[in-house]
């Protein structure tokens, strides 16, 4: 769930897990920040992540609140509890928020037509419910997953019209509230409609109802224009090592990942949030709920959030991915459990890190993974392609001794066996993906990151 400039499958649905574990097992507080300072160092050296800013908050007590490395790596600024990441898709509950507030002030209703709003955008023979794209079941194809025709547009300031125009005659994926795709495409039209019902820009609605109340300093659209004090330089990692990120025009995100945050402000936006201290009792709760297809079937995501259950463990949470960035924000309601991890490297696995601190925080050990040997007539068993839904197939594949998968537009990633048919992603051993067997060969796989998806084979 992620706004990124390279979309890969792990950053299309980053939902922090965690497992189950009795209270009694669980460290004390000097042993947890010993323990989340042994797992941040581990990541800064195996990821190669300049800077890394944490926040842990167990009940009331905040165990954590610290940074490692450097903010801005020619300049030698360590990292700390102010540094200001950008915060990615993480701004996407941000903005379902200030729609929930527009439709408690009767300025909306989550059952209106996008048109309403926004009339210039097409949609013919289709209405479109703003329920919908807060929900990403509206169908809209998303800009971010159309390969070069966005990216080669991704460094220019460009205006609403322009940015839509690169989706606003492509087919949709599928009926509105059939599916559920991510759709950086539904959350820019959120901050469409958000303009047209509250008649003020974007930015300036939420810094007066959202980042003003709860006095976010930090938190802010993270224009790169403006001087934001204490803002890191965002890297990422290629063959010669760590280099400056990639440009993006922070037009081009917008309200589905063009904020700038702290660790410190997500600790008190995640207690606000949950406390419904900007919406009424019930707001929260309403966010926090999974939406439902038309044929009934549970999304696994709300209003901008992802809800999951890991090993007995209520997780709410999202990711975030943007040049040169990476945030996780995990919430354990039924465990009094905060996790947040800012760094400012676009490879960076922030998901991973915040699971290992929820791991860490109810005393449970990390799995072993495994790398079995996979033969020759397994492969061939398992390679094929796999339909997600009417926009991403998983084409699974052999590359030498190796099984390999990629999804629709995306990097291809190891598959690591961990024999009868169960596999987990080299890039993140969170992802499971389990295969079913017909006979000889797989009929389908089914993919275990958030909520589970079985997509069918659809080769020949």
């Not at 007066?208 to 930090?218: A, N, V």
């Not at 999202?318 to 040049?323: L, R, T």
């Not at 915040?354 to 390679?383: K, N």
Request: proline share 5%.
């Amino acid at each position: 769930m992620s706004f990124a400039a390279r979309p890969t499958l792990r950053v299309a649905l980053l939902l922090g897990l965690a497992s189950h574990s009795a209270l009694a097992q669980q460290p004390d507080r000097a042993t947890l920040a010993a323990k989340v300072d042994t797992i941040a160092r581990a990541a800064l050296a195996a990821e190669r992540i300049p800077g890394l800013s944490i926040a842990v908050l167990r009940g009331a007590d905040t165990v954590l609140l610290r940074g490692w490395g450097y903010a801005d790596l020619e300049q030698r600024v360590p990292a700390t509890p102010q540094t200001v990441y950008r915060i990615g898709s993480l701004t996407k509950q941000f903005t379902a928020l200030a729609i929930l507030q527009l439709a408690e002030q009767g300025r909306l209703s989550l059952d209106d037509s996008l048109q309403r709003f926004v009339p210039s955008f097409p949609t013919p023979g289709r209405r479109i419910t703003i329920r919908q794209l807060l929900t990403h079941t509206s169908g809209i194809p998303s800009y971010t997953s159309i390969g070069r025709a966005w990216r080669e547009k991704m460094r220019l300031d460009l205006p609403h019209d322009s940015l839509l125009a690169l989706v606003r005659d492509r087919a949709p994926d599928f009926a509105p509230g059939a599916r559920w795709f991510y759709d950086n495409t539904g959350y820019y039209l959120l901050g469409m409609v958000i303009e047209a019902a509250a008649g003020q820009p974007y930015a300036q609605y939420l810094a007066q109802h959202l980042f003003g109340p709860l006095g976010l300093g930090g938190t802010t659209y993270c224009d790169t224009r403006r001087i934001i004090a204490d803002r890191a330089q965002g890297y990422e990692v290629d063959s010669t090592g760590v280099v400056n990120a990639d440009f993006i025009s922070m037009t081009q995100p917008f309200a589905a990942g063009a904020l700038c945050s702290t660790v410190r402000d997500l600790l008190t936006w995640q207690r606000a949030l949950a406390g419904d201290r900007l919406l009424r009792p019930g707001g929260y709760a309403a966010m926090s709920t999974p939406g439902r297809l038309t044929n009934g079937t549970a999304t696994g995501y709300g209003f901008g959030l992802g809800i999951n259950t890991e090993d007995g463990h209520r997780h709410i949470g999202h990711g975030g991915g943007i040049n040169g960035f990476s945030a996780m924000l995990s919430a354990y309601p039924d465990d009094s459990l905060i996790v947040v991890v800012l760094a400012n490297s676009e490879d960076a696995n922030t998901g991973r890190i915040a699971q290992r601190i929820a791991r860490a925080a109810f005393g449970t050990a990390e799995p072993v993974v495994r790398d079995l040997a996979v033969s020759a007539a397994e492969r061939a068993r398992f390679a094929g392609t796999y339909r997600l839904n009417d926009a991403l197939d998983i084409r699974v594949f052999a590359q030498g001794d190796s099984l390999m998968a990629q999804a629709t537009g995306q990097g291809a990633w190891r598959l690591l066996s961990q024999g009868g048919g169960a596999f987990l992603a080299a890039f993140d051993t969170a992802v499971r993906v389990v295969f079913e067997m017909a006979g000889d060969r797989a009929a389908a796989l089914t993919l275990y990151q958030g909520a589970p998806r079985r997509a069918p084979r659809v080769d020949p």
